[in-house]
């Protein structure tokens, strides 16, 4: 039978605490001893396993304890017969606590590891909602922690991902028994994010981004945009997963990790024009990693290819205007003065003709602005082209994507049999305006195909891109002109550095 009680205290005239059979003894020797009562009223109940248990309440008087004693004991009867499921002692711990646990229980095994615990940290742990325990964490809470986020400037698909941590967090407890409740991420809907169509490079654009490229990194990319590997992937490539005779590539690592973000090892066909390019990283890596760092170890996965990739463009000329500064430093006084801050002139233009600042009079300093193109970005140029020219089926295999809805949802715009089937149900027949006659091309030959196809800056940066490169006005690059400069390493070449 349930039961409350108030422990209590006994203590001397010097204020002294003492125990119960000391007071008593002291009370029988005549000594004053006061018993003062406690303000906590305890349960005492049997607990699911049918043991007698005493546990503090925040009752405020002794009917509301006794209802609560009475409570818990019906409840422990019920997860005793298999009627309900019950909780564990501290009630499944705090918000923080359980995501604590699904990082290093669930997270940690995963590839992406590493950005999850740091978004759970920064965003979920250390804010106030963690403090609550999970029969405190509401859907409203959950609500206003999200749009607390959006307001923070948080993007829509950032909030997302937020929300979806908590979810498989508390997914995860209700599975193990950690938590008994229902998920309070349940009934709060997911932000709508504006879908983003992905950029890629386009067909004349990637001989000059190619060229564009210092000559230890060219290689990689090619292989990026060619196989459409990630970027973990490349980094993780073994001499022995390239069969050169076969042409084709075992995808198997990411990473540090022994597998890839699918879970699983595929083979990916290698293009007759990509051979080259393997064949020299092969013979100039220093270890058993086809694009390893100068030393031989493996690229951290903090490596900024999109960095690399974009200045590329801005070297070979794939920009969309130029952004003019003035970086002169003047006074108030109008002198030139080092310590002063720098003029905020700043104009945009299309071309790259010198300009000077209205107001001192100064070169302007010319900041090519190139698409915000990212290094994934030249998976989706593979899986473009593919799509284009070789249907979606190809581009699933080459993507090794598992599901066909998740290249069709990204290419099917570009299935050239739905292009077709468009074609002819939309002709009737109109003949359109005509075109202006184009330039005929500057024609290139012999050696010097290079030179005349890229004009090189006259002055030259320190480091290992000091080449500024942009694509001559002559008209766009064609592969087979590319390919039979020097820039391509050819394949007896490639032999000859490989023996």
């Not at 005239?13 to 125990?19: E, K, L, P, T, W």
């Not at 003894?25 to 006061?34: D, S």
């Not at 997860?79 to 499944?92: A, C, I, Q, S």
Request: net charge positive; proline share 7%; glycine share 8%.
């Amino acid at each position: 039978m349930a039961s409350v009680f108030r422990r209590c205290r006994w203590v001397r005239a010097d204020g002294a605490r003492v125990s119960e059979h000391e007071a008593q003894r002291l009370i029988a020797a005549g000594e004053p001893v006061e018993r003062r009562e406690g303000h906590v009223w305890y349960l005492r109940y049997r607990d699911e396993t049918g043991r007698m248990v005493d546990s503090s309440s925040r009752a405020r008087g002794k009917r509301e304890a006794q209802r609560l004693a009475e409570e818990a004991e019906r409840r422990a009867e019920r997860v005793r017969r298999g009627l309900e499921v019950g909780l564990p002692p501290d009630g499944g711990g705090t918000l923080a606590a359980l995501m604590e646990w699904w990082l290093a229980t669930y997270s940690k095994p995963s590839p992406s590891h590493g950005r999850n615990e740091s978004v759970v940290r920064k965003h979920i742990i250390a804010s106030d909602i963690a403090r609550l325990p999970l029969t405190q964490v509401t859907a409203a809470k959950v609500e206003a922690f999200l749009q607390a986020k959006t307001a923070e400037g948080l993007g829509p698909e950032s909030v997302n991902h937020i929300r979806g941590f908590i979810s498989r967090a508390f997914g995860a407890a209700r599975k193990v028994g950690r938590y008994a409740g229902a998920s309070p991420v349940a009934d709060v809907k997911k932000r709508r994010v504006p879908k983003r169509v992905q950029d890629h490079l386009r067909a004349s654009e990637i001989p000059a981004v190619l060229a564009a490229l210092a000559p230890e990194w060219r290689p990689l990319f090619a292989t990026a945009i060619y196989t459409g590997m990630r970027k973990g992937e490349l980094f993780a490539l073994r001499k022995t997963d390239v069969d050169l005779d076969q042409r084709h590539i075992t995808v198997r690592r990411s990473h540090e990790r022994d597998t890839t973000k699918g879970g699983h090892a595929d083979r990916v066909p290698i293009p007759a024009e990509l051979v080259p390019f393997l064949k020299a990283a092969i013979a100039t890596s220093p270890s058993g990693l086809v694009f390893p760092r100068p030393e031989g170890t493996r690229w951290s996965e903090t490596t900024r290819l999109s960095d690399k990739l974009r200045r590329a463009m801005a070297r070979a000329g794939i920009v969309e205007g130029y952004r003019y500064t003035c970086r002169a430093r003047v006074n108030g006084e109008g002198k030139r003065d080092p310590k002063a801050a720098r003029c905020t002139h700043a104009e945009v233009a299309p071309d790259k003709a010198p300009r000077r600042c209205p107001l001192h009079g100064d070169l302007l300093w010319p900041v090519p602005q190139v698409r915000s193109i990212r290094f994934m970005d030249t998976r989706h140029t593979a899986g473009t082209h593919l799509a284009m020219r070789a249907g979606l089926a190809v581009a699933q295999r080459v993507l090794r994507h598992s599901d066909p809805k998740i290249t069709a949802k990204h290419y099917a715009d570009l299935d050239p049999y739905m292009l077709g089937a468009v074609d002819q149900a939309l002709s009737f027949g109109v003949a359109g305006p005509a075109e202006p006659p184009a330039e005929a091309p500057r024609a290139v030959a012999g050696a010097g195909v290079l030179d005349s196809m890229l004009d090189r800056a006259p002055e030259k940066k320190k480091g290992r891109n000091s080449e500024a490169v942009k694509p001559s006005d002559s008209g766009p690059l064609e592969w087979r002109a590319i390919q039979d400069s020097n820039l391509w390493p050819s394949a007896p070449e490639a032999d000859a550095l490989s023996s």
